[in-house]
T-cell receptor
Framework: EAQVTQNPRYLITVTGKKLTVTCSQNMNHEYMSWYRQDPGLGLRQIYY???????DKGDVPEGYKVSRKEKRNFPLILESPSPNQTSLYFC???????????FGDGTRLSIL | DQQVKQNSPSLSVQEGRISILNCDYT??????FLWYKKYPAEGPTFLIS?????DKNEDGRFTVFLNKSAKHLSLHIVPSQPGDSAVYFCAASGASGTYKYIFGTGTRLKVLA
């Protein structure tokens, strides 16, 4: 089954404690992306990757890092999380940048 | 500065009638537009898209219209069904030749049986 898998699905943590949200897709997609969803703000793109070792900033990259060492994986790293990064995060992928994206089911992060 | 706007946070429609969801954008360089549907506790799912070289795209009950001069797109759902009740996001891409996506804030559609 074609899917985008995010882990963990839920996480409560504290300010400053580094965390990584993993994202994996099994569709051999070149394009992968991270979004956050906040009330009243919709979905905002954090980072995207056109292919292995190629990443670029979305609209709200501050406080986040990504890496794309393998085609299937695109982890989101919060080096020093802060409460304003409490949000619902989605990973997505598509064959290329100009195609509709498949989304994961989301990761709810709470940073206290 | 919100480049993609969905000015109606919510919409209620009777089953069987037409649902029209609207989206406005400010960047004339966008060349690819999409609509996604989102149910609670799930990720968004792709519904329909349109390239800037077209003004209409149809897929079953769903039609997207693009008015480039007005920088406006709309999603028509005919006939509306209770299962269409969800949050709908429009998205735009292609500005500056990049694959950076800008999403609207979403419209919650409720189809009443």
């Amino acid at each position: 089954e074609a899917q985008v898998t995010q882990n963990p699905r839920y996480l409560i943590t504290v300010t400053g404690k580094k965390l990584t949200v993993t994202c994996s897709q099994n569709m051999n997609h070149e394009y992968m992306s991270w979004y956050r969803q906040d009330p009243g703000l919709g979905l905002r793109q954090i980072y995207y990757s056109m292919n292995v070792e190629v990443t670029d900033k979305g609209d709200v990259p501050e406080g986040y890092k990504v890496s794309r060492k393998e085609k299937r994986n695109f982890p989101l790293i919060l080096e020093s999380p802060s409460p304003n990064q409490t949000s619902l995060y989605f990973c997505a992928s598509s064959g290329t940048g100009g195609q509709p994206q498949h989304f994961g089911d989301g990761t709810r992060l709470s940073i206290l | 500065d919100q480049q993609v706007k969905q000015n109606s946070p919510s919409l209620s429609v009777q089953e069987g009638r037409i649902s029209i969801l609207n989206c406005d954008y400010t960047n004339s360089m966008f060349d690819y537009f999409l609509w996604y549907k989102k149910y609670p506790a799930e990720g968004p799912t792709f519904l329909i898209s349109i390239s800037s070289i077209k003004d209409k795209n149809e897929d079953g009950r769903f039609t997207v219209f693009l008015n480039k001069s007005a920088k406006h797109l709309s999603l028509h759902i005919v006939p509306s069904q209770p299962g269409d009740s969800a949050v709908y996001f429009c998205a735009a891409s292609g500005a500056s030749g990049t694959y950076k996506y800008i999403f609207g804030t979403g419209t919650r559609l409720k189809v009443l049986a």
